[in-house]
Structure formats: C-alpha cells, structure tokens
C-alpha cells in the first residue's frame, strides 16, 4: 500500500514539479522571487507589447500571453529561471503562418492566431506525454543558429517601416526591402526621429549603461538588471514626448487605446479547415520554441547545478500556450533575455514567474491607459535592438572551418529564410541536414586495423604503425548498420578479399555499431554465405551487449561460420595460429 502510495506521489511529481520544489519554499525564496518578478514585469510591459506588433496583432495580446502561461509553466515547467512569453523569432513565424490565411487586422486573423497557440499547446503536450523530445534533434546547433540569424535580420528589416513611419511589407528580405525603398519619399521626419534616437539609446544601454552604473559604484548584479530593463525608460520618455508635444497630430502612429482589465477567457476556433492550413506551422513553431527554450533553460540550470527534464519541458510550455490560447494570447515559448534577467535578478523558483504574472495583470487593469501615447516607433526600435543581438554570422566561419557540409547546411538555411521565408527556410536546413546525414552515414568509415605493437589495441594500419596477421583481415565498422548502408559494407568486404586472395578470416570490429537494422543483418547473413563459399570465415568482435541480444533473437549466429569474439586481441590470439597454419 505504501509502495502504491510513493508511486503515486512520484507521478504527480513527475508531471507536476510544482509539489517537488514546493516542499522547500520559504521566507528567503519568497523574498527573491518576489524582487525578481518585480524587474522581469517592468521589463515584459514593453517587450510584450512590442512582440505583439511584431506578430501584427493588437498590442494587449503580447500581454494577455505573458499571464496566465507564466503561471502554467509554473506549475508543469522544470527550469527554475526560465521566463515563459512572446519571443521574437516565434512572433514572426505567428505573422508569416497567420498572414498567410488571414488579412492583418481583421478579426480572422486574431482568431487564426489564438488557434495557432492552441494547436502548438496540444502538439507540445503530446510530444511530452509520449516523450518525444528527441524529436528536436533534428535541428542540428548550426541550423537552429543560422535560421535566428536569418530571422533576426528579417525582423529588423520588417521593423523599419514603424521606425521610419511609411508602410511597406512583405513576406521576405528582397519584398521588404523593395517596398521600403518604393517608399522613402513618405517617412515621416519625427517618427524617424523618435525610432533611430530609442534605437540609438536602447544600443548605448547595453553596451554602455553597465559599466557607467559600475563606476558610480553600483555592483555587478544590480547595474546588468538595470542595463537589461534600459527599454522601459525609452517607452516612458517617447510616450511623455508624444502626449505632451501632441505628436499624433503630426503623423506618428501610436499604440493607441489599449482595453483595460483582465486577459478575457477565449475559446479556440475549432474549424477543420483551419487547423489543416495551420498545423505544419504550428509543428514548426512548436519545435523551434522547444529548442529555444529548453536550451536557455539547460545553460540556466547548469549555472546552479540543477537539472532540466526535457519531456516534461514540453508537457510545461505545451500547458503555456494552451493556457494562451484560452486568454486571447498567441504561441509562447521560454525567451532568452527575459529569462536571463529573471536569473540575474535572483528567481529561486517557477514561483517568480508566477509572481510576475499577477504584476503583469495588475497592468492590464490599472497602466494600460498609460500606453495610449506610446509611439509604434519605440516598440520597432525595442525589437530592431532586441533581435540583432541575435544575428551571429561568425556561425559561417567555424561552420566553413570545421566542416563543409554543415556550412552548406547553415548557409542554405540563411539564404531560405531571407530569400523566401522562416518556414522554408527552417524546413530546407532540416531537410538537408538529413539529406547530408543519409548521405555520410551511407559511407560510413571502416578501417583495416592491426595490432600496435606491445599492447592489445588496435589502430587503422593507414595512421598507425602496427602489425597485422598473414590470412586474417581486420576491419573496423564506425557506424551504426543500416538500409543506407549495407551494400557499402557488403562491396567493402568483398572488395578487401578480392585484393588479398590467401585471406581465411575476415573479422568484422564492431565497438561503434549500436544498432544492426534489418537490412543489415540480412546483407551480414548474404556476407557470411559468400564468404564460405570462398572458403572464407567470418567473425565478428567487439559487438555492444544490446546489439548482441538483437542478433541472438535471430538465427544469423547459428549459420554464422566463424565465432563473436569479446575482444579482437582474442580473435587475434586464436585465430593468428590456424591461419598461419592454413
């Protein structure tokens, strides 16, 4: 009964870490948490209200979809930093995935996006209920780093316009760029004046309020929070300059009036043909949010020795964005920056989330009036400084130095993603990174090895001076076996005997073969028959303890001629003699 009871309890905290970290909470947890949602809400105001524009949604929908999936993340979130909300890179995949079905503005368009966040919530959560995080890996570091790249650069081109105050768009960096150009006689003097002076500003405070805080004898810690929350005082400056001197009558387009009050309870359109035309982007935004976060939050816990879940990563931010879309926000994720200054201003626990989640509705229902005056401008040069942050292009050269075919794989992603979108873009760096996988595990490398001499290790007799035995081969097989390889192992061999006719023995070295499919056993059983009718044995050395029990399930090592040798200086010790004596 007991033992009943203690696996019950271990569910529950499996899937509600919550009552885990819970057990502990204090005074002193409660006192940084609080102080650390107190920053994290100051900064999100304007950070969510500019990631809804990016996403071409009303601005109050950045901020309903920083509620409620706070408090959902945590409850069912691993991380104990990480601050779940609108980003940057999955705002615009939300305006390329809705823009697409939907006229900006409308209606139809704000409902599209809610059910976008729905169907990621529930793609999310089953991928975690069934554990299906691995499925992530498909996007190699590379690719994942230049496909941000591509679309940090892509945001701040679309961010130009409000800086500039002229209209333009599109979907890529040639259209964006075009329609900008078509329209420069039209941009409107002091909304430019406004957007390149916070642009301006918001740069000098990451790079130089720091250290002028340090100097006046501030400590590290509060200097680089106050640094990171530097776009609250470009908001509240722009927004005084825009009510006092009247600039809406001079044409600055501003937030205009923001409704006031709670998040409303929202429920999710449940059209069929709505859903088909959104979920490959939802699977897209789901994975890509996935990767952002659950790597923010590992490079967070490593900091502190803690330990993230990725499985129940996704049950958490699958519980965020349903939580979204249940309060009219749109797809969320773990964003870096605010979850770094959740971290730097001390959050102990999920807790602090939770905390800035009902400082947050506390400005839905008493500062959002505050927010009319708020010059678009300020929030494009917000994102234009958040964004760039994030374009690295050194990726191209360590990519080009260490390997050619990641290279090709990043720089067809970037080339994508500018050239004709992020879903593209994100879809052709995965496929051919596949593509590029297939094609290197097709040809896996196997080497002829002998004995160095003195010892009982075994090195490729093409690096290494070592001794080999007369009728006996040795390969070494560094890959895994299956379908895309195995008539390379198979025209391997035979090739290696045909070269060395007095060859009795080949020995098959298999310590980096983890997995034998079952194409490969059969070309390794089609090997064993050709051999022995060349009078030839084979062995097979080295095999990893759950590739052997695969094999022992089979009836290959009762045909088998030779014998499974635990290591191959024992293959070597019995077999050298016979085929001396042969």
Known sequence: ??????????????YLPVLDWGRDYGRGMLTDDLLAAVIVTIMLIPQSLAYALLAGLPPEMG???????????ALFGTSRALAVGPVAVVSLMTATAVGRIAEQGSTDYV??????????GVILLAMGLFRLGFLANLLSHPIVSGFITASGLLIAASQLKHVLGIDAGGHNLPEILGSLARNLSAINPITATIGVLSAGFLFWVRKGLKPLLMRAGLGPRPADVIAKAGPVAAVAATTVAAWGLGLSEAGVKLVGAVPQGLPPLTMPALSLELWTSLFGSAALISIIGFVESVSVAQTLAAKKRQHIEPDQELIGLGAANIAASVTGGYPVTGGFARSVVNFDAGARTPAAGAFAAVGLALATLFLTPLLFFLPQATLAATIIVAVLSLVDFSILRRAWTYSKADFAAVTVTILATLLVGVEAGISAGVALSVLIYLYNTSKPHMAVVGRVPG??????????AVDTQPGILSLRVDESLYFANTRYLEDRVYDLVAQTP????????CPAVNYIDMSALESLEAINDRLADMNVTLHLSEVKGPVMDRLECTDFLDHLTGEVFLSQHMAIAKLAPAATAQ
């Not at 009964?1 to 499996?14: H, Q, Y």
């Not at 409902?111 to 990621?120: E, N, P, Q």
């Not at 010892?455 to 290494?464: A, G, L, W």
């Not at 007095?502 to 070295?509: E, K």
Request: glycine share 4%.
């Open 1 to 14: 009964m007991n033992k009943t009871r203690a696996g019950k309890i271990g569910a529950l905290r499996r």
């Open 63 to 73: 901020l309903y979809a920083s509620i409620l999936p706070l408090l959902a993340y």
């Open 111 to 120: 409902t599209a996006a809610i059910a976008l966040a729905f169907m990621s």
């Open 455 to 464: 010892t009982e290790h075994f090195r490729n007799v093409s690096r290494h």
């Open 502 to 509: 007095d060859i009795r023995h080949v020995i098959l070295m």
